[in-house]
């Protein structure tokens, strides 16, 4: 495969990245990353990468094209294969599983926010939203900080308690609270696990669609990064997702992939 001039800089580039060193890479719609992180790990056959995808429609497909010293996965897929087995049989892949819990097993805490005018149905949908931002972001504890924004203090505070008490019971292991798959993923993150061992490169892909648990991963992970993505492709900041192009630091300057194949 014939490389561009922005292809070989950023392999070049790639040699010189150390522990904890950073790589950006602003790649443009079409222009090749998959393409050009592929022939980064072609071109370092020693060293080992973990290509982080956001879904396992693009890890199957990176699979086919990336050579033998790579490892592609979703974050949710090392999550659950460290910390999430053990919520197998309670797993959903809807935070609406949460309502009926509420209502048949925590009655108490769903009518803690229903005190505030709400019926049962809008309280519990509050208490959802609130344990849901908690999921995305790195905090530790839940409060009102987590409640919509649209909440005034009182209710915030009633929703940041309930949510609370609802994370409580989904943690312990012979609840039986339904686990959403950003549950786990979440626990992975407050238990300090690694993305990667230290010698592994972690490639992070579409990164502006990375929420702030998973940026505080990357940010974790004690080898080199490489991070790619374009900031106009933002698709996800309605569930929280931060252009993490903006937010890591990169060791050198910021390259780019310009040139599209798609057109």
Not at 46 to 70: C, G, H, I
Request: hydrophobic share 40%; net charge positive; glycine share 6%.
């Amino acid at each position: 495969l014939k490389l561009t001039a922005e292809q070989r800089a950023i392999c070049h580039a790639t040699r010189d990245l150390g522990v904890r060193s950073s790589l950006k890479i602003q790649a443009f719609a079409g222009t090749g990353k998959t393409t050009t992180l592929a022939a980064i790990a072609e071109s370092l056959p020693q060293r080992k990468f973990l290509y982080l995808v956001f879904n396992r429609a693009a890890a199957d497909e990176a699979k086919l094209k990336m050579p033998s010293n790579v490892t592609v996965r979703t974050a949710h897929a090392l999550a659950f294969h460290s910390v999430g087995y053990v919520y197998k049989s309670r797993l959903t892949s809807s935070p609406w599983a949460w309502l009926p819990y509420l209502k048949e097993k925590m009655p108490r805490a769903l009518d803690f926010v229903m005190r505030t005018g709400r019926d049962a149905t809008s309280a519990g949908a509050v208490i959802i939203r609130t344990l849901e931002q908690f999921l995305r972001m790195p905090d530790g504890a839940i409060g009102a900080i987590h409640a919509p924004y649209w909440c005034d203090d009182r209710v915030g505070e009633a929703a940041g308690y309930a949510a609370e008490a609802l994370w409580k019971n989904i943690c312990k292991p012979n609840s039986s609270a339904p686990v959403t798959h950003d549950c786990y993923l979440k626990l992975f993150y407050l238990q300090g696990r690694e993305l990667a061992p230290q010698d592994w490169t972690v490639m992070l892909d579409e990164a502006q669609d990375a929420d702030p648990v998973i940026l505080g991963l990357l940010e974790r992970h004690q080898g080199a990064r490489i991070i790619v993505g374009d900031k106009y492709q933002q698709l996800y900041q309605w569930r929280g997702a931060v252009n993490a192009l903006s937010r890591l630091h990169s060791d050198g300057a910021e390259l780019s992939l310009t040139q599209t194949f798609r057109f």
